[in-house]
């Protein structure tokens, strides 16, 4: 019987520390993280998706939120213009 494979703790899920050197810009996050990140609970992250307040979407049962869509839901919550990138022209 095989060991079961793990990542090692520098590549490993970002509910882990992972070193600044191996950083890298997310591209969609978990509902979990997502409230965590806009400073509001688990619970009512779930159900700002549940309101379609964000938009979501799921792959092979794990729901994400676009990191974009996420910020796009805190600049507008604020009343804020949503600043664009500065490298898109």
Do not use: H, N
Request: a positive charge; proline letters at 7%; hydrophobic letters at 40%.
């Amino acid at each position: 019987m095989s060991k079961p494979r793990t990542l090692p703790a520098e590549l490993s899920t970002s509910r882990t520390t992972i070193p600044a050197t191996k950083r890298f810009d997310p591209i969609s996050v978990r509902i979990d993280d997502a409230g965590e990140i806009i400073g509001v609970s688990r619970d009512k992250m779930w159900r700002l998706v549940r309101d379609k307040r964000v938009a979501s979407f799921k792959i092979d049962g794990c729901t994400l939120v676009l990191w974009e869509d996420l910020r796009q839901f805190v600049y507008l919550s604020a009343g804020r213009p949503i600043e664009l990138d500065p490298g898109a022209d």
